[in-house]
């Protein structure tokens, strides 16, 4: 019998740079020990660089399976040396990972990339969520859909990702069949590291519902998938069609080879996988409906409970026990949200400001938050759409853009930077809206990530959605919410409802609306709102049109490029 007061569980928080562990008491919650690894490959959204080096079409985003497997080896032995506990005391062990991040195997679960004949072949590798090539694929599905009125797009808004299953797997056959052909499994991420500690395969119940269209016990069927493509007919019961597995059960025990990589006891109980942002909703004990958890970071996930199914325009799904089990779990999202702050500061910042920066021991963030929020609202005359990486939510279209509308010759940086904070806060109200019109009730806005330090973003948020706005006590948010999903799995809780409220932990209305600035953010969001409207809606598609044009240049270029390299090599073998 284990000692509930002893016991300990590990979490594993799979993010699009890093993995990071997190020893956790499983009675309590407490925090015992980290520890952070930096995939070597990051994200290869340029160039080939885990390969050949080769250059990637636009839109595309990998990465490298054996970044992940670094993280078990790494971070997890680092973390029980941080918490100072005896590997014999940890009973479980939980992960979460960004979705929708798709890995194409073999049967045996090795990555194709990892065979020598497709080592250099981009589709072998693993496709990020920001992997958004697959539009035009996306597009197609949801034509298809209407076209047929298929039940089950409601359950999406009304829009297939071209970050989801299908999307990205349809890409895949209709741009390198070989490799599609040769593939025995196309497998979240989420599953395939759960598949390398156990040896099992299980897919979860969540990324099955929300990225893999599976709804009321099925996906798609033949005859529409056939309709999309004769060759993707069987996509779903060659392919994706697997056992699936329900929030908190166990999928396995440790095996001895990843007892070995991580340095914890052989056969403890390993949780079915989950996806970062869902997990992250018993770590703030934000499980009633009504609290919308948004976990901030590159990107934000909306995610929320609800007692009752609707159809909330653009949600990027509604799945029951999607995030806990017995009611309905919203998600929505925006595809970029820091990656659109740590752009701007990459490429768009003078060096006077980085000096001071350095001068002053505290980074470009920092520094230009500080100045932004010296103004009063709306004193830099500006409005932005925060469409750099498109929209997830409401429009789910990756085709769009961003933009920043009232720049003049004396418009500061700092004014820019806020422009493009608020762009976000006015995207998230846009959801929480949509939210409230659909008869989902928003209450709470539960703020998660590393954003969260940010005080300046976070009242920002609070006055421009009018809503109490709560924080998430942990820094470590998805990865204590993997592990609370231990303690199911280990039998120490029994459901992650009674284990969310022993370990999750969030202060209530950190941050309360300001009337004053909520007024003057309504005016600033009533032009975000014409703008979003104008470019998302049909009125203006310029953005598409832009993106088109791009990719035949850059196509085209690449081909060049291609050849020009053939024929000097040809010249060289005949010398």
């Not at 593939?183 to 897919?203: C, F, K, S």
């Not at 001071?356 to 830099?380: C, D, W």
Request: hydrophobic residues 45%; proline residues 4%; contains cysteine.
């Amino acid at each position: 019998m284990v000692d509930l007061s002893t016991a300990c569980v590990v979490g594993v928080d799979y993010g699009t740079l890093s993995g990071r562990a997190v020893v956790v008491r499983a009675a309590t919650g407490e925090e015992l020990g980290s520890a952070v690894h930096e995939y070597p490959h990051a994200v290869m959204d340029r160039r080939l660089t885990a390969a050949d080096g080769r250059a990637l079409p636009p839109d595309w985003a990998l990465q490298a399976p054996a970044d992940y497997v670094e993280v078990l080896r790494t971070a997890v032995p680092a973390a029980l040396a941080a918490a100072g506990v005896d590997p014999a005391d940890v009973v479980g062990l939980g992960t979460d990972f960004t979705a929708c991040t798709m890995v194409p195997v073999d049967a045996n679960g090795t990555p194709l990339c990892e065979l020598d004949r497709f080592a250099d072949r981009p589709h072998a590798y693993v496709k990020l969520w920001k992997h958004h090539a697959a539009q035009p694929q996306a597009d197609r599905i949801n034509e298809l859909a209407h076209r047929r009125g298929e039940s089950w797009i409601k359950r999406y808004g009304g829009l297939i990702s071209s970050e989801w299953e299908f999307a990205k797997g349809l890409q895949l056959l209709e741009e390198d069949p070989e490799v599609y052909d040769a593939m025995a499994h196309w497998v979240e991420a989420a599953d395939w590291i759960v598949w390398q500690l156990t040896g099992t395969y299980v897919r979860n119940a969540c990324t099955a519902g929300y990225k893999g269209i599976y709804q009321d016990g099925a996906y798609p069927a033949e005859d529409f998938l056939a309709e999309l493509n004769p060759h993707f007919a069987g996509f779903v019961r060659d392919k994706l069609e697997h056992e699936i597995g329900q929030l908190g059960q166990r999928a396995g025990g440790l095996s001895a080879q990843a007892a070995a990589w991580t340095g914890l006891p052989e056969g403890i109980a390993v949780a079915v996988g989950n996806v970062d942002a869902h997990v992250t909703v018993p770590a703030a004990d934000a499980v009633d409906p009504g609290q919308m958890v948004a976990i901030m970071g590159t990107s934000t996930c909306h995610v929320m409970n609800g007692e009752t199914l609707a159809e909330v325009q653009g949600m990027c799904g509604v799945v029951h026990g999607g995030i806990v089990e017995g009611v309905w779990g919203y998600e929505a999202g925006q595809s970029g949200v820091g990656d659109i702050f740590g752009w701007f500061v990459d490429n768009a910042v003078p060096p006077q400001y980085v000096d001071e920066a350095q001068k002053r021991g505290i980074s470009v963030h920092e520094l230009l938050t500080e100045k932004a929020a010296a103004q009063p609202v709306g004193a830099h005359g500006l409005v932005a759409l925060d469409w750099h990486s498109g929209n997830r939510s409401v429009l789910v279209d990756h085709e769009l853009s961003g933009l920043v509308l009232g720049l003049t010759l004396t418009t500061r940086p700092e004014e820019v930077y806020r422009a493009l904070l608020e762009a976000t806060a006015f995207g998230t109200r846009v959801i929480v809206e949509a939210f409230d019109d659909a008869g989902v009730p928003v209450n709470e806005l539960v703020v998660a990530g590393g954003l969260l330090k940010n005080r300046f973003l976070m009242q920002l948020y609070s006055d421009v959605t009018r809503l109490p706005l709560s924080t998430i006590v942990s820094e470590q948010g998805p990865a204590l919410g993997s592990a609370i999903h231990a303690t199911v799995a280990a039998g120490l809780h029994a459901d992650v409802r009674t284990a969310a409220r022993a370990m999750g932990k969030r202060v209530v209305a950190a941050y309360t609306p300001d009337e004053d600035a909520a007024l003057r953010y309504d005016a600033l969001f009533a032009e975000y709102k014409t703008l979003h409207d104008y470019f998302g809606r049909g009125g203006n598609d310029v953005m598409h049109r832009l993106k088109k044009l791009r990719r035949e240049v850059v196509s085209a270029a690449t081909r060049e490029a291609a050849a020009a390299a053939e024929s000097d090599a040809f010249e060289r073998q005949a010398r």
